[in-house]
């Protein structure tokens, strides 16, 4: 969805104040990991940098949309530098397993970019089972991690 079409449907002025006012989501970051507990490392290392604020955040692990959406958003305020002047920009990060990744991405595709007709629910019940799928299976890999990990061996974390 374009700026200026949010701005819209959200009653506000289109202009580079009201967008710099109103959104949080108009410059963002996507951070993918290989296992659940490294998104709560990465989140943690972006709350203890000093020119970082964080604004808000929503944890879809824990949480998940009604839809079985999983992922970690955090707004945070950073520092960007102009050419003569410094000035504090909102920016959204998305954390998430590539698993998660993977069925985000897909579910966007089938269900936003394409004219859906699921009148009896029969996509979007499957999607959440898939989803599901992939967040046993993210546990899952975890687990196997830490049983490999106490028997003394490293995992490369990517």
Request: with cysteine.
């Amino acid at each position: 969805m374009s700026i200026v079409e949010k701005l819209q449907r959200r009653g506000f002025e289109v202009s580079l104040e009201s967008m710099e006012k109103n959104l949080d989501d108009v410059a963002g970051i996507r951070i993918i990991c290989s296992f659940v507990d490294d998104i709560y490392e990465v989140a943690d290392m972006l709350v203890r940098q000093d020119d970082i604020t964080v604004i808000a955040v929503k944890d879809y692990i824990k949480n998940p949309k009604p839809n079985g959406y999983r992922s970690y958003h955090m707004i945070v305020e950073i520092p960007v530098f102009f050419s003569d002047s410094k000035k504090p920009i909102r920016v959204e990060v998305q954390i998430r397993t590539i698993a998660m990744d993977f069925w985000a991405s897909l579910d966007h595709q089938l269900k936003y970019k394409k004219s859906l007709i699921d009148e009896n629910g029969e996509i979007s019940r499957e999607l959440k089972m898939c989803a599901e799928v992939i967040s046993d299976t993210d546990q899952k890999m975890l687990e196997i991690r830490k049983r490999i990990e106490a028997q003394g061996v490293r995992v490369r974390k990517e």
